[in-house]
């Protein structure tokens, strides 16, 4: 079953109801746990492309903030989880954690694009059904 749930999560409302759905399906199976994936989609700087030492760049607090409501409702509703920070543009970002962590189900929420959007620039959880090798659920 759904053991290891990846959700991804940037703090919208459609995120949270993603979380609410990950919180409900974790706590019915036993053993499940959640790995709340937040993608920041900022790129290094060209100094820091250059930098000979290339330091690990840390994440910047208001970024971290933005998602500070999903791990409180995951709290209270006492399932086991962690929390993944990571940069990177989030749609193959997402795709790629859950491939290379062998997630048993990725858990997004819907952005909610008009279909001009979506023709145009396509969205991140389109992207993720498309790729990812586990079963995606895209809340609405």
């Known amino acids: ?6 959700l991804a999560g940037d703090g919208s409302k459609h995120a949270m ?3 609410e759905k ?7 199976i036993e053993g499940a746990h959640i790995t709340l994936i937040h993608v920041i989609d900022d790129l290094p700087t060209r100094t820091d492309v250059m930098d000979e030492e290339m330091r690990p ?10 998602i500070e409501s999903m791990e409180h409702y995951l ?4 399932v086991p989880y962690d929390v993944k920070h990571i940069f990177g543009e989030p749609g193959p970002a997402i795709v790629r954690e859950a491939n290379e962590d062998k997630a048993d189900l990725v858990i997004i929420g819907s ?5 001009f959007q979506q023709m145009v ?10 790729r990812a090798e586990c079963p995606v659920m895209i809340v609405k």
Do not use: T, W
């Open 1 to 6: 079953m759904f053991k290891h749930i990846l």
């Open 75 to 78: 709290q209270g509703k006492e």
């Open 111 to 115: 952005r909610g694009l008009n279909q």
């Open 121 to 130: 620039l396509g969205s991140v959880s389109h992207k993720v059904a498309k």
């Open 17 to 19: 109801r993603a979380c």
């Open 57 to 66: 760049r840390d994440i910047p607090s208001h970024r971290k903030k933005r």
């Open 22 to 28: 990950a919180a409900y399906i974790a706590s019915r």
